[in-house]
């Protein structure tokens, strides 16, 4: 579904050349669950958001669902990301004093989803990302963090997209609550076959991945298809395989 | 992105701030209800002043003598002060010229005025019977001038109420007293009826007396002021203008049009003049609170460039879940129409409040138009898309990625 063939990005500051990443090759196929992980400063937030098709790359081509993307124009990008790719972010980025329900129905209005039906979808939505179906007419800041990153997660799914990218989920979130939040992401994955890349500094949350995807300094390192996934724990490994 | 999305995203941005929306708002709504006030005082003059010209009478013509020029001079003096027009000018209008009502000659000199105790400076009138149909005047007591008075050179007066006013007192019956015109002494016949109060011209404050009477006793020469002509229809006044102006040329033996000793107006003319008058002072009243609503719409703008740069993330995320840089534009521009066409609405009715209360306070008649309505909404709204414009762009071209990372 995803595939990366010698992706180079090259930022120049003045004179000065940084290349961010150096002719990584990668595929990832529908219903996988990968983690890029690597250190700050590696090359994966610069990774995710070509992926995210928020950039292109310099170099190299990006194909998703079989069209090239790399050297698309920002509105045809903005399209793509509409209609495949959801984002979940380190920060939320919910829009405040707005209700749980008017966040997740954000991405319909763009879709030029019809209004009768926005409601029932992010309803939907909320229900698959876990939150509880009190807090819908909260408001954003009213919530909890794990409530905020469940919304997010849900606003992310609502517009049904191949790809769901996570920029560092769990950062701004404690260790329990981050635990819960993973827990979503494999339930997403498994039970609705999702594809979900996140992105992560620490192994202990990459774990929760089936694929682990190793970056430094802008090359793939190491890509571990065959780890031990970690789950919050066994009766639930159970229940999700099931 | 749906009109009906896009009005409510922008109006719960709007709403999510309120004092400073609302603070926005108040400078465009100062801007505007001065607009509409101002721009209500001028129409409003306007229309008074029509209503007093075509207030003088109905389809009327009016022959003036022309410039005093000096013998070997080049200077002229001011217009009507020539002496030109006779007596025997306005009998020739009256017999040679077709369509024509009625023809009344005047003669109008100021005099210091006395009764017993009293005295005005006010304006002495000579005219003939016929001037009451063609200046449309309609006595309140007592009676007006006749062809009698007129044959036998009486020796009375009709007088205007604001004259009667400064004489004799306010509702007092003059009839039958005395007044002294010039030391000749002059019995009152008539009041007339009030014309209507302020303007730069009373036609209240006159006295009328018969014009043979004026100029044997009182200015001893032959000469007309003014005369007046009353056209039967409307559409024969450009023609009959154009009979008097042939006629007089052709009695005063000029061949030249250019040099012509007397102006022939009609009330249109006068009215065109007085029209570019009032729309000139409309234009500048409306310019002057102009300049407040350029002030409203640059609060606009600041607070719009406030507004993109704390929903920077805001912004970013938009663009992340697929907005296109048209759209959030859209979205930016949206929220400040918004913004200036409430205050638009609310100026509109506080500016026609604000008209009612000034001709309520000060006399000063005002006038709302349609047009002057449409006029500030639509101004309101170009304010809204042209100081909206900037920041706007400069919200949609915000790169997403950067946007997200803003702290």
């Known amino acids: 579904m995803i595939q990366l063939q010698n992706v180079s990005k090259i ?24 983690a890029i992980m690597g250190p700050s400063g590696s090359g994966k937030s610069t990774l995710m958001h070509i992926l995210g098709c928020l950039d292109t790359p310099t170099e190299g081509k990006y ?8 050297r698309l124009s920002s509105d045809e990008l903005a399209d793509i990301r509409k209609n495949k790719i959801g984002f979940v972010f380190q920060s939320f980025n919910l829009l405040p004093r707005t ?73 701004n979130l404690d260790t329990k609550t981050s635990e819960r939040v993973l827990e979503t992401f494999q339930k997403l994955n498994i039970k609705q076959r999702k594809t979900i890349v996140l992105v992560t500094h620490e192994r202990y949350i990459a774990e929760y991945a089936n694929r682990i995807v190793h970056i430094i300094d802008g090359s793939i390192v190491e890509d571990n298809q065959n780890h031990q996934q970690r ?3 066994n009766s639930q490994k159970e229940s999700l395989t099931l | 992105m749906k009109f009906l999305d896009l009005l409510q995203e922008a109006y719960s941005a709007i709403s999510m701030n309120k004092v400073r929306s609302g603070l926005t708002i108040l400078g465009i709504i100062v801007g505007i209800s001065s607009v509409v006030a101002m721009i209500s005082i001028g129409q409003g ?91 449309n005047i309609k006595v309140e007591i007592g009676s007006f001038i006749s062809s009698r008075h007129l044959r036998n050179l009486s020796k009375v007066a ?63 020469d032959d000469y007309l002021t003014t005369i007046n002509i009353q056209v039967q229809e409307p559409e024969y ?44 002072l409309t234009v500048f009243l409306a310019a002057v609170a102009g300049i407040s609503l350029i002030v409203g719409g640059i609060g606009i703008m600041n607070m719009m460039l406030t507004t993109v ?24 521009l949206t929220e400040a129409v918004m913004l200036t066409l409430i205050g638009g609405i609310i100026g509109i009715v506080l500016g026609w409040l604000g008209s009612l209360l000034i001709t309520k306070f000060t006399g000063i008649s005002t006038k709302i138009s349609m047009f002057s309505v449409l006029l500030a909404f639509g101004v309101s709204a170009a304010i809204g898309i042209g100081f909206g414009y900037y920041p706007a762009k400069r919200a949609a071209s915000l790169n997403p990625i950067e946007a997200l990372r803003y702290e």
């Open chain 2, 237 to 280: 006044v450009a023609s009959v203008q154009q009979y008097i102006t042939d006629l007089l040329l052709a009695r005063h033996n000029i061949l030249d049009f250019q040099t012509a000793d007397f102006f022939v107006m009609s009330q249109s003319d006068i009215l065109k003049t007085a029209t570019s008058i009032t729309s000139t």
């Open chain 1, 11 to 34: 930022y120049k500051n003045g004179t000065v050349e940084t290349k961010a990443l150096n002719n990584i090759s990668l595929s990832i196929k529908e219903g996988e669950f990968v």
């Open chain 1, 99 to 171: 209700t749980v329900l008017r966040n997740v129905m954000l991405p319909l209005i763009y879709a030029g989803v019809p209004r009768e039906e926005r409601e029932e979808r992010a309803r939907r939505a909320l229900i698959d990302a876990g939150l509880e179906e009190s807090c819908f007419n909260h408001l954003s800041n009213q919530l909890s963090g794990g409530q905020m990153q469940r919304v997010a997660i849900a606003r992310a799914l609502v517009n049904n997209p191949s790809l769901i990218l996570a920029d560092e989920p769990t950062g």
């Open chain 2, 158 to 220: 009709v007088l205007g109420p604001t004259t009667r006013d400064d004489l004799f007192g306010e509702n007092v019956n003059p009839i039958g007293r005395k007044i002294r015109i010039n030391k000749i002494s002059f019995t009152v016949i008539g009041v007339t009826q009030p014309k209507g109060g302020t303007g730069f011209i009373n036609q209240d404050d006159r006295i009328f007396i018969p014009l043979t009477t004026a100029q044997h006793f009182l200015i001893g």
């Open chain 2, 309 to 332: 740069t704390e929903r920077t993330r805001e912004i970013g995320l938009r663009k992340a879940i697929g907005a296109k840089n048209r759209e959030i534009a859209l979205q930016f």
């Open chain 2, 45 to 135: 003059t306007q229309r008074e002043i029509q209503a007093r010209i075509e207030g003088i009478g109905s389809n009327l013509i009016v022959v003036l003598p022309g410039f005093q020029i000096g013998p070997g001079s080049q200077v002229r003096s001011s217009r009507g002060s020539a002496q030109t027009l006779t007596l025997k000018d306005a009998d020739a209008i009256q017999k040679q010229v077709p369509y024509i009502k009625a023809v009344a000659p005047e003669v109008l000199v100021r005099y210091q005025v006395t009764t017993k105790g009293a005295n005005t400076n006010t304006l002495v009138v000579g005219i003939t019977p016929s001037y009451s149909v063609v200046r």
């Open chain 1, 231 to 233: 789950f919050i724990n």
């Open chain 1, 63 to 70: 194909f998703l669902d079989n069209q090239d993307v790399s």
